[in-house]
T-cell receptor, first 115, second 113 residues
Framework: GAGVSQSPSNKVTEKGKDVELRCDPI?????LYWYRQRLGQGLEFLIY????????KSGLPSDRFSAERTGGSVSTLTIQRTQQEDSAVYLC?????????????FGNGTRLTVT | AQSVTQPDIHITVSEGASLELRCNYS??????LFWYVQSPGQGLQLLLK??????LVQGIKGFEAEFKRSQSSFNLRKPSVHWSDAAEYFC???????????FGQGTILTVHP
C-alpha cells in the first residue's frame, strides 16, 4: 500500500528565501510528525499533530518555522527566510494513533540545501 | 531531559559475523526504546521496540535487542550479518505518551563480503 509521501525529494534554495515542504501521510493515520536530520546527527523532533488537537510545536527551532495540517491529512512545513543552518533532511512520519503501540511510518524525506 | 548515545559512529563487519550495536539512554523513568534502520534511499523502518516485560525483544530481519536497566543500555544484536544489513541504525527513546522520540546520532554499518 501507499506509504508516507514527501515532496519535493530535493530542494535547493537561496539564503533568505521561503520554502514549503509537503507531507502526505498514510490514509487513516491521525498522528503526523515532522523531524529534522542534520548531516551526521540523529533526528530532531520538530512538531506533532494529533487529530483536531492543538499541535505540539515544542521542537520548532525558531519562529521562522511553522507547520499546518489541513483537513487532518496533508501537512506543510514552512521555513521563512531560510538560513544555511536550515540545511538538512526533513522527515515526516505518521501513525495510526497516538501512543507507542502505534509505530511511526516515515517518508523518504526532503533534502533541503540552503546556499 | 532524555538523551540517547550511540558510541560507535561507524562499524565494519564481515558477512556472516555477529553484530552488536551499542545504545545508552538517559531517562528518569522506564523508557520506551526503539531501534530503526535507514537504508540508502529509503525511509526509516522500525526494527523492534521495548515497552515493558521481557527484556529481550525480537524484531524483524533476525535482529534482537536487550534492555538492561542497570546499564541504561539497549544494545542491538544479530548472530549472522547479511550484506543487505548495510545501513544506518538509530536508537531512540520516548518518554511521553506519543511519538515524540529522541534519537541517537546513528551508527553506520558496513558489511564486507
Amino acid at each position: 500500500g501507499a506509504g508516507v509521501s514527501q515532496s519535493p525529494s530535493n530542494k535547493v534554495t537561496e539564503k533568505g528565501k521561503d520554502v514549503e515542504l509537503r507531507c502526505d501521510p498514510i490514509s487513516g493515520h491521525t498522528a503526523l510528525y515532522w523531524y529534522r536530520q542534520r548531516l551526521g546527527q540523529g533526528l530532531e523532533f520538530l512538531i506533532y499533530f494529533q487529530g483536531n488537537s492543538a499541535p505540539d510545536k515544542s521542537g520548532l527551532p525558531s519562529d521562522r518555522f511553522s507547520a499546518e495540517r489541513t483537513g487532518g491529512s496533508v501537512s506543510t512545513l514552512t521555513i521563512q527566510r531560510t538560513q544555511q543552518e536550515d540545511s538538512a533532511v526533513y522527515l515526516c512520519a505518521s501513525s495510526l494513533g497516538a501512543g507507542f503501540n502505534s509505530p511511526l511510518h516515515f517518508g523518504n524525506g526532503t533534502r533541503l540545501t540552503v546556499t | 531531559a532524555q538523551s540517547v548515545t550511540q558510541p560507535d559512529i561507524h562499524i565494519t563487519v564481515s558477512e556472516g559475523a555477529s553484530l552488536e550495536l551499542r545504545c545508552n539512554y538517559s531517562y528518569g523513568a522506564t523508557p520506551y526504546l526503539f531501534w530503526y534502520v535507514q537504508s540508502p534511499g529509503q525511509g526509516l523502518q522500525l526494527l523492534l521496540k521495548y515497552f515493558s516485560g521481557d527484556t529481550l525483544v525480537q524484531g524483524i530481519k533476525g535482529f534482537e535487542a536487550e534492555f538492561k536497566r542497570s546499564q541504561s543500555s539497549f544494545n542491538l544484536r544479530k548472530p549472522s550479518v547479511h550484506w543487505s544489513d548495510a545501513a544506518e541504525y538509530f536508537c531512540a527513546v520516548g518518554g511521553t505518551s506519543y511519538g515524540k522520540l529522541t534519537f541517537g546520532q546513528g551508527t553506520i554499518l558496513t558489511v564486507h563480503p
